[in-house]
């Protein structure tokens, strides 16, 4: 019976044996109730098992003996447990394996012996029924180490005469096998210092010419607390090292291209590194490969494509490169090549160019033909002093420049990237301080009734208040925050406070105002965010109405299916739910079909040149009408001149924002407003109609 598990707590499985059952439990139940292993142990050894091997996994020494286990069904069995590490070649654990041989009837064999020593040549008939119940190849030799007897199944496994057993002298053990033995004379030697030692138990692992591995286990036989033999038994656990030498496979290697993986290539990489510390001449380059446009092809062809594309990548790239080079699938599209023995810069491109023409070219799939390109980070060997990570990360690095400058690129790592990305590393460093030391503000945006210049909303927009360098702007850091995950406690904060703030205000002015926060990608995707909203909702004691959240077209998109779902999650808590950034992205109709959209907002890119392009003027007007036609309120921000104004009111735009109405402003200044009135207009006369001309509706605008 085979077992692996993790090789650090909690030690979760990661094989275990269909032959496990033979104990009475459900294989699943081996898997899935972590205290079976105690339950299984005797009472009586169950301290001193769980002891040893818990100390063992500690220490990494490995650990064999016996112990009694109860069966589900009440019986109980005698069984030898072998449990050790299983290392890579550099001596770091991959797993905690062990075997466990049922050794009843070895033991009753034994002890069969032990009672009858002194009649054990009258009783060999006897004894030889009881080992012959035994799956194992069992052989009993004497002091003189001949053999006294031994079962069918040890004939059967080492191939001997059947009549070894009549033999009146008897044969001796080494005689017999060891011809069959691949290291003969390692064998030999061990047998010899078996019967050195009479109170030795050995257990050995025998491979055999024939391919078979066999496992020897041997004991010392006593009469009256003297030896007088040693009993062995021989079990064919070739099957199992097969499995094992998989398992080895499987934690170094990519399941579906079965390429190296990460951990096999960080390997070769410390070897390369240690090799160039060694010999300066010793020169090597990395380069880290992602697909282009993989995504579009999952999600239109199908995942079954999309995996059959990276099979047949994988096989392209191997052609790409030579015998000494390792190619290496990181997961998902990204792959890491090692080019070891390199030459100059040019010899590198020369790869990656040859690898990019080769992508290129089309793949026939089932009955599709394929395109794709890809996007290369290089990274070369001998300039700076880099760890196996740090080649990595800048590989990557490099790679995401070939995406920004127009992807089916390469790029080559240079030191302008080495500072950006230490920059970022200490930008990094700094937002995860500052969430600890809530360095965050948020300042408050009104969102104006273009009609009346009443405001009875505010859109939330967080800043970062560096200790060095003062107020930072979003745009510097949520990037960063996004990238490193930071961005899920952050946006969290800024929700609860802007509630918070948003309920206060309600309390205190007797208005009914409503906030709007903007959700990134991280937060939209995790899994949690209805229960976070419901939360923050009932301890500020703001109402769900109240609350507008305000996502990205990309989004959306980009993560369809869970946003769709999220999304009508919030739409039934009575969140209201508006698109940001409307007509950058996706922009069509079934996307606003599909998704519970209360509010578009128009994006300043197009109302920032409305008073110089007549096409945004057109564009914004489609939205108005877009919206008006679906139900929709919008929006437009950005507003910054009075003719944008004038144009959008004209137009029939409802609401609008920016800073000729209203820069973000902070809690204080906010609080006067509302105390004030709550109406731009009249805090700036200046920016109501010049004439008394009424609006005018979309529907008239030709």
């Known amino acids: 019976m085979f077992y692996a598990i993790a090789p650090t707590p909690p030690h979760t499985p990661i ?13 699943e139940e081996w898997w899935t109730e972590s205290d079976i292993w105690d339950r299984i142990i005797h009472p009586d050894d169950r301290d001193e098992v769980l002891g040893k091997t818990r100390a063992a996994m500690r220490s990494g020494e490995s650990v064999d003996f016996e112990y009694r286990v109860v069966k589900k069904d009440g019986s109980v069995i005698w069984v030898h447990d072998r449990s050790c590490f299983i290392h890579d070649k550099n001596g770091a654990p991959l797993c905690w394996q062990g075997v466990i041989l049922d050794i009843t009837d070895q033991r009753a064999a034994i002890e069969q012996l032990r009672k009858r020593e002194k009649l054990y040549r009258k009783t060999l008939s006897l004894f030889a029924t009881t080992i012959e119940s035994t799956a194992d190849g069992i052989v009993v030799m004497s002091l003189d180490r001949r053999i006294v007897t ?60 024939d391919g078979r591995i066999i496992e020897r286990y041997s004991q010392p036989q006593f009469l009256e607390g003297e030896p007088v033999g040693r009993v062995a038994c021989f079990r064919d656990i070739t099957e199992r090292m097969r499995a094992e030498e998989k398992l080895r496979h499987y934690a170094l290697h990519d399941p579906l291209t079965d390429l190296p993986n990460r951990v096999s290539f960080m390997e070769h990489l410390n070897e390369a590194i240690e090799r160039a510390e060694n010999n300066k001449r010793s020169k090597f380059a990395v380069l ?41 699938r990181l997961g998902g599209d990204e ?39 890809a996007s290369i980070g290089i990274v070369a060997s001998g300039t700076v002093e880099r760890s196996s990570e740090d080649f990595l990360r800048d590989a990557d690095a490099a790679m995401y420049r070939a995406k920004a400058a127009g992807k089916a690129r390469h790029e080559v790592f240079d030191s302008e990237m080495h500072v950006r990305n230490m920059n970022m590393l200490q930008l990094e460093n700094d937002l995860r301080r500052a969430v600890e030391r809530n360095e965050f503000e948020v300042l408050y945006q009104p969102i104006v009734n273009l009609r009346t210049g009443e405001v009875s909303e505010f859109e939330a927009l967080i800043r970062w208040r560096h200790p060095v360098h003062g107020l930072v702007s979003p745009d510097e850091f949520v990037g960063v925050a996004e990238e490193s995950s930071l961005i899920i406690s952050i946006g969290g904060w800024i929700l609860e406070e802007s509630c918070r703030q948003a309920a206060e205000w309600q309390r205190k002015f007797g208005i009914p105002l409503s906030v709007s926060v903007n959700l990134s990608a991280r937060q939209l995707m995790q899994p949690n965010l209805i229960s976070q909203v419901t939360e ?49 992205g996706y922009s069509s109709l079934s996307y606003l079909q599909r998704f519970p959209f209360d509010r578009l907002k128009i994006d300043r890119s197009f109302v920032n040149i409305m008073d110089s392009d007549r096409r945004s003027v057109s564009i914004v007007k489609t939205i108005l009408m877009l919206g008006e036609n679906l139900g929709l309120e919008v929006v437009a921000e950005g507003i910054e001149t009075a ?24 809690r204080e200044t906010a609080e006067v407003f509302l105390a004030s009135g709550a109406n731009v207009f009249a805090e700036n006369p200046g920016l109501k109609f010049h004439t008394p001309a009424p609006l005018i509706e979309v529907s008239d605008v030709q």
């Open 15 to 27: 094989y275990i044996s269909p032959t496990f059952e033979a104990f009475g439990y459900p294989i």
């Open 150 to 209: 031994c079962n069918k199944k040890f004939v059967e496994m080492w191939n001997v005469d059947k009549d070894i057993i009549e033999k009146k002298d008897g044969e001796r053990l080494i005689d017999l096998v060891a011809g069959q033995i691949v290291n003969r004379d390692e064998f030999i030697q061990k047998l010899k210092l078996a019967y050195a030692d009479p109170l030795s138990t050995v257990t050995e692992t025998i491979e055999l010419k």
């Open 288 to 328: 880290f490969l992602d697909l282009d446009r993989f995504k579009m092809i999952n999600d239109s062809l199908g995942h079954g494509v999309g995996d059959e594309l990276l099979i047949a990548l994988a096989k392209r790239l191997k052609l790409c490169v030579r015998p000494g080079d390792v190619v290496a």
């Open 335 to 373: 792959f890491t090549i090692l080019l070891n023995r390199t030459g100059v810069m040019r010899d590198i491109i020369s790869v990656a160019d040859r690898l990019q023409t080769k992508i290129s070219e089309a793949f026939k799939i089932d009955s599709y033909e394929v395109f794709t390109t």
């Open 536 to 584: 923050i909702l009932f301890d500020t004691g703001l109402d769900s109405s109240q609350l507008k959240l305000e996502v990205t077209e990309n989004i959306v998109m980009e993560h369809s299916e869970q946003s769709q779902r999220m999304l009508a999650e919030l739409d039934k808590l009575g969140v209201a739910l508006s698109t940001d950034d409307f007509g950058t």
């Open 643 to 666: 003719s944008q104004l004038e144009m959008l009111r004209s137009l029939g735009c409802a609401m609008g924002q920016g800073f000729i109405l209203s820069h973000p402003i902070d």
